[in-house]
């Protein structure tokens, strides 16, 4: 019986009615071959020019790429784990053997 199942809401499809794509690629394609011939100015924004922005414009991650530091790795947590619990068994039973 559905009485503890949740059912999915119905996902959003919207298609445009009055568009032609092939107007808007003629449109797009114009308008690249007017800014390689210097007739507009260059565009500000590109998607190829998001990736990195994000490090870029934090300080924290900016600071930490130019050092060239990497975080901490799985291993070195473990063995800080390890080291960790050895001290805390010493402290607990006052021995150094398990």
């Given at each position: ?70 975080p901490l790795t799985y291993a ?13 068994h010493y402290l607990v039973t ?5």
């Amino acid at each position: 019986m559905g009485m503890f199942t949740m059912r999915k809401p119905r996902s959003y499809h919207h298609e445009y009615i009055y568009v032609d794509e092939r107007k808007e690629k003629l449109q797009k394609i114009e308008e690249t071959a007017k800014r390689e011939l210097g007739m507009l100015p260059p565009k500000d924004f590109s998607p190829e020019d998001i990736r990195g922005k994000f490090v870029e414009s934090t300080t924290y991650l900016k600071r930490r790429k130019e050092s060239g530091r990497k975080p901490l790795t799985y291993a070195t947590l473990f063995v800080a784990i390890a080291v960790l619990a050895y001290i805390l068994h010493y402290l607990v039973t006052g021995e150094f053997t398990f």
